[in-house]
Each structure stands twice: as structure tokens, then as C-alpha cells.
């Protein structure tokens, strides 16, 4: 059972380079999240997917788009990426009211 | 201010000994709360969740949540070096995503 699985695990952009995180879960959760996690910092919500079909903006939104393409899968875009968007990205899944589980996480750097 | 306090830390206790993190939030309609553990360069772990009231014992770990006070704690008994990590404190209200505090680092020593 691999839970909540996050590709790339690194990764280095040029500044305006376009890329995508791509995050699957086996669990059967309905809700899919993305999170971004700078130095010294708890994790900041980007967007969330309650559910196949819905995706709502979190806390810091701004220069990423996403797709819940199916109940697996949830992925995240940067369309133009730029150096403040340098951190440690990690998806997580929970079904109900159940807690969070996350991936092992994307670290990007951009340059 | 922030919605969820942490201290940054770091805590440093002795190897044996009882670590008290501590978490204070500003949303009252907050219904679950939860304490993750993230080693360095890792993801974070749950350690434990509790939703009502007074206190909640996991093995070593006990969770305490007081909503009159928008407080909820975690106490660690018995402290080892493999604890040593930095304990996030997370709450939600009903389906909505977590929102984390920053956490605290805890540094036990041997």
C-alpha cells in the first residue's frame, strides 16, 4: 500500500519554466490537498479538492493552478515559475473526517 | 495574528524526561486537532488527534485540548533522542483543509 505518492522528488527551474507535480493516492480519499513548506515555517495550504470534480484556492494560491483529474490523482502547475515559489511542495489525502496523510514531498528549486 | 501559535523553539529536554508542547488557536468554530511529527527533510507523521475535551493517552503521547481556552497540548513522557524532531500542531473546522502552526522544535538529550 504506497498511500500518497508525490514525482518528481526534486527538481531545478529556470525562472518562467513550466512544470507539474503530480500526486496519486490508493486509499480512496475524497479530499486532496497541496501544501507549500518554506524554511522555519509550518505548511501553507496552495489548493484543495474535496472531492472528484471541485478544487477550492487555499492561503496562497497565486502563480498555481491544479487539476483533480480523477479520485487518485491531483496535480499541481506552476505556469511560469519564479524564485519565491522555491520551497518544499507535499500532498496530502483524508477521506471524511479522518486526519491527513502525506506524501514524502517535490523539492523544487528555482533559479 | 496568526491562527494557530506555536513556540519556534527550541525545547530541549532531558533524555527521561517530560516534553510539553503547547498550541493556542483563534478560530473557536475549530473542531479537530491534530500533532504531526517532521524529522528533517521528511514529511510530516501523525502522532495524535483529539476532538473532545480533556485529554487523549497514545503509549507515551498524551494530547490535551481545551476549547474554552483555544489551547491543545501534547506531552511526551519518557523522552527519548528519536523524538527528537519538530511537532507541528494542526486544526480544522469540520471538512475543511488544516491549518498548521509552525511548529516547535524539540531537542532531547541523551
Redesign the interface.
Same mark, same amino acid.
Request: proline share 5%; no cysteine; aromatic share 24%.
Given at each position: 500500500n504506497a498511500g500518497v505518492t508525490q514525482t518528481p522528488k526534486f527538481q531545478v527551474l529556470k525562472t518562467g519554466q513550466s512544470m507539474t507535480l503530480q500526486c496519486a493516492q490508493d486509499m480512496n480519499h475524497n479530499?486532496m !490537498?497541496w !501544501?507549500r513548506q518554506d524554511p #522555519?515555517? #509550518? @505548511?501553507? @495550504?496552495i489548493y !484543495?479538492s474535496?472531492s472528484e470534480g471541485t478544487t477550492d484556492k #487555499?492561503e496562497v494560491p497565486n502563480g498555481y493552478n491544479v487539476s483533480r483529474l480523477n479520485k487518485r490523482e491531483f496535480s499541481l502547475r506552476l505556469e511560469s515559475a519564479a524564485p519565491s515559489q522555491t520551497s518544499v511542495y507535499?500532498c496530502a489525502s483524508s477521506g471524511g473526517?479522518q486526519?491527513?496523510?502525506?506524501?514524502?514531498?517535490t523539492r523544487l528549486s528555482i533559479l | 495574528q496568526k491562527e494557530v501559535e506555536q513556540n519556534s523553539g527550541p525545547l530541549s529536554v532531558p533524555e527521561g524526561a517530560i516534553a510539553s508542547l503547547n498550541c493556542t488557536y483563534s478560530d473557536r468554530g475549530s473542531q479537530s486537532f491534530f500533532w504531526y511529527r517532521q524529522y528533517s527533510g521528511k514529511s510530516p507523521e501523525l502522532i495524535m488527534f483529539i476532538y473532545s475535551n480533556g485529554d487523549k493517552e497514545d503509549g507515551r503521547f498524551t494530547a490535551q485540548l481545551n476549547k474554552a481556552s483555544q489551547y491543545v497540548s501534547l506531552l511526551i513522557r519518557d523522552s527519548q533522542p528519536s523524538d527528537s524532531a519538530t511537532y507541528l500542531c494542526a486544526v480544522t473546522a469540520g471538512r475543511r483543509a488544516l491549518t498548521f502552526g509552525s511548529g516547535t522544535r524539540l531537542q532531547v538529550q541523551p
Open positions: 479530499s !490537498y !501544501y #522555519g515555517m #509550518g @505548511l501553507r @495550504l !484543495y474535496a #487555499g507535499f473526517n486526519p491527513q496523510h502525506f506524501g514524502d514531498g | -
